[in-house]
């Protein structure tokens, strides 16, 4: 649950999604301190999980411009790290291009 949080707390303003959004998926971290420990989905996190999937597919990207440069992006932490490659055109609605 913390490293999908993690992953999801990254992208979320770019989806337009707000921290009250996903409050009820917050709310899995609390309780026991062990992360392998079972959670018990709510509706309201299936809710938010569901929300944040429906945002990421409209925002996904398969395309380049051949004409803006590449950027590279590491992610994570020490022990697992994670890159991204995109492109940013400020001249389109969404910005973002994931490569």
């Not at 707390?9 to 971290?29: H, M, Q, S």
């Not at 809710?47 to 996904?60: F, S, W």
């Amino acid at each position: 649950v913390h490293r999908l949080l993690g992953g999801i707390n990254w992208v979320r303003p770019t989806l337009g999604i707000t921290n009250d959004e996903l409050a009820p998926v917050f709310d899995l971290l609390k309780g026991d301190d062990d992360g392998h420990s079972p959670r018990t989905l709510t509706p309201e996190a299936q809710q938010a999980l569901d929300k944040t999937a429906e945002a990421l597919q409209k925002r996904q990207a398969h395309r380049y411009i051949i004409s803006q440069p590449f950027f590279l992006a590491i992610l994570g932490e020490k022990v697992q790290l994670y890159g991204l490659i995109f492109q940013w055109d400020t001249s389109l609605k969404d910005p973002l291009l994931i490569e």
